[in-house]
């Protein structure tokens, strides 16, 4: 298993400033709270999906199964 940046630097770029601004919190969901802080928690249980492999909702992480 891996967790990688997206290859398109203007993705990550993009969803970076917009983490700046939230001050952490996830840019693409409205909701302020533990949840939603990056790595958020819908991206957590990905990662600890065994039978997921794609990008988190922002598309700034990806993760691979192997
Ligand atoms: S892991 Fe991805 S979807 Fe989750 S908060 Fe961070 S950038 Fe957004």
Do not use: W
Request: charged share 30%; aromatic share 10%.
């Amino acid at each position: 298993m891996a967790i990688t940046l997206n290859p398109d630097q203007e993705v990550v770029k993009t969803v970076k400033e917009g983490l700046k601004q939230t001050g952490g919190y996830c840019p693409c969901v409205m909701e302020r709270s533990p949840d939603t802080k990056c790595m958020c928690k819908e991206f957590r249980e990905q990662i600890q999906d065994p039978a997921f492999e794609g990008y988190c909702h922002c598309m700034l992480y990806y993760k691979s199964k192997d």
